[in-house]
């Protein structure tokens, strides 16, 4: 059975295991007829990943379309073919595809608003929002939200990784910047102690057993021997990938092959060392996944089909590989990057200060006008009272018109007061 680009990449989706180490007992048993175990959705981390989960499953439920989904290749994936397949669904499954969509927009509309509120949006990263459906049409889903979805969610699941190293890159650099900044606050006989106690996590960190290149006949034979516990000599590459294709849709999805590093990355790091940093695990495990997409993904679907699978097997790289470097072999990022990256914390600093001064300004501003006020409803008081009293006398034009400087602009509310003094003149008797 041949497996699809980019279709699979969104039907793992729904689909996906997060995969666990096989029970030993149950390693040896032929496929089992019992149902299969609850599924754990893996978020994709888009940020529409929950509007295209909904879509694939409201599409799933139409018989029709999921035989096309089933038969659809790559070609019919990217001409749009299968998007037009949409004309020929049941008309609720459209209804209810409308409804999601018009969640979505209002969804994305909130979000935007929030956004917009907040900060100061380019109108290109606004328009990103959108890409994912088609925002002329707000009401009903088409062929062309589908095609979009489809499109735009493997664009962005191929950018994902890159973005993941670059977040990772930053965060090193980050820690590194407060390290640097924390021994500068130092005197220099405890500066020198700290430096020589974090040199020597380093190094503790560095030592750890050989890591197996991934995907390698050793790495492989380990996972067979340790976690599914089966015996060395009987190592079969085909029954394997059965075994780790545990939601058993014939492929190994990213999920499926990152399980299989759990126990390499265990080798380096341990959660319960001080010098072991759990996120370089997870940016080791990317790593190594990548490392094995480059060498057996052939058809480049992000998914391992049995055929890839078995051919990689007969390749110099499964059977003698290089040495599989961790990431303490080689820094993260250069000097040069980590300046560049200093001056924009910087300069993200200066901004905030800024904004806080600014912030300090208005307050300022306000309170001076409160008080401003407060002078103002004083002399109101004085007036009145004054005006009452002289109202009581028998001449009432002659009320002081200017009994104090006023500044120009309160004269506005000066004449509205003059109307007001004279309206209570005037229910008084002279
Ligand atoms: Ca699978
Ligand atoms: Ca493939």
């Given at each position: 059975m041949e497996f699809k680009p980019g279709l699979l990449v969104l039907l793992s989706i729904s689909a996906v295991v997060w995969s666990v180490p096989i029970d030993r007992s149950a390693a040896n048993q032929e496929p089992k007829d019992e149902p299969p175990p609850p599924e754990e959705s893996v978020d994709t981390g888009l940020y529409y990943d929950r509007y295209l989960r909904e879509v694939i499953e409201v599409l799933e439920t139409d018989p029709h379309f999921r035989e096309k989904l089933q038969t659809a290749n790559a070609e019919d994936i990217k001409n749009g073919r299968l998007s037009k397949e949409?004309?020929?669904?049941?008309h609720h499954v459209r209804t209810r595809l409308d409804e999601l969509k018009r969640q979505e927009v209002s969804r994305l509309r909130m979000l935007l608003k929030a956004k917009l509120d907040s900060l100061q949006m380019d109108h290109a990263s606004l328009l990103k929002q959108f890409e994912h459906l088609d925002p002329h049409n707000q009401n009903t889903f088409e062929a062309k939200d589908l095609e979009l979805l489809i499109s735009t969610a493997t664009k962005d699941l191929e950018n994902y990784d890159a973005e993941r190293h670059e977040e990772f890159k930053r965060y090193e650099m980050l820690k590194e910047h407060e390290r640097r900044e924390y021994l500068r606050g130092l005197d220099q006989e405890k500066r020198e102690k700290e430096e020589k106690k974090m040199q020597e996590l380093k190094e503790k960190h560095r030592q750890h057993p050989k890591v197996n290149a991934p995907g390698s006949v050793a790495q492989l034979r380990e996972v067979w021997e340790?976690?599914?516990?089966?015996?060395?000599?009987?190592?079969n590459p085909k029954t394997f990938f059965k075994l780790h294709d545990t939601n058993e849709d014939g492929v190994l999805d990213e999920q499926e092959l990152e399980a299989l590093f759990t126990k390499e990355l265990e080798k380096v790091y341990d959660p319960k060392n001080e010098e072991d940093d759990m996120m370089e695990m997870e940016e080791e495990r990317l790593r190594m996944r990548e490392h094995i997409m480059k060498n057996v993904?052939?058809?480049?679907?992000r998914l391992v089909s049995l055929d890839e699978f078995l051919k990689s097997t007969e390749t110099k790289n499964f059977n003698s590989p290089k040495e599989w470097e961790t990431l303490d072999a080689q820094p993260a990022y250069t000097e040069d990057e980590l300046q560049r990256f200093e001056a924009e914390l910087r300069d993200k600093e200066e901004e905030l200060k800024r904004r806080a001064e600014t912030l300090r300004q208005e307050q300022e501003l306000l309170k001076e006008r409160g008080k401003a006020l407060e002078a103002q409803r004083k002399e109101y008081q004085q007036v009145i009272t004054l005006t009452s009293k002289q109202s009581r006398g028998t001449k009432p034009l002659n009320v002081p018109l200017q009994p104090f400087s006023l500044p120009r602009s309160w004269s506005s509310s000066w004449s509205r007061l003059l109307g007001l003094s004279r309206i209570y003149l005037s229910w008084y008797p002279v």
């Open positions: 949409l004309d020929l669904v049941g340790e976690t599914d516990g089966l015996d060395p000599q009987e190592f993904d052939a058809n480049g679907d």
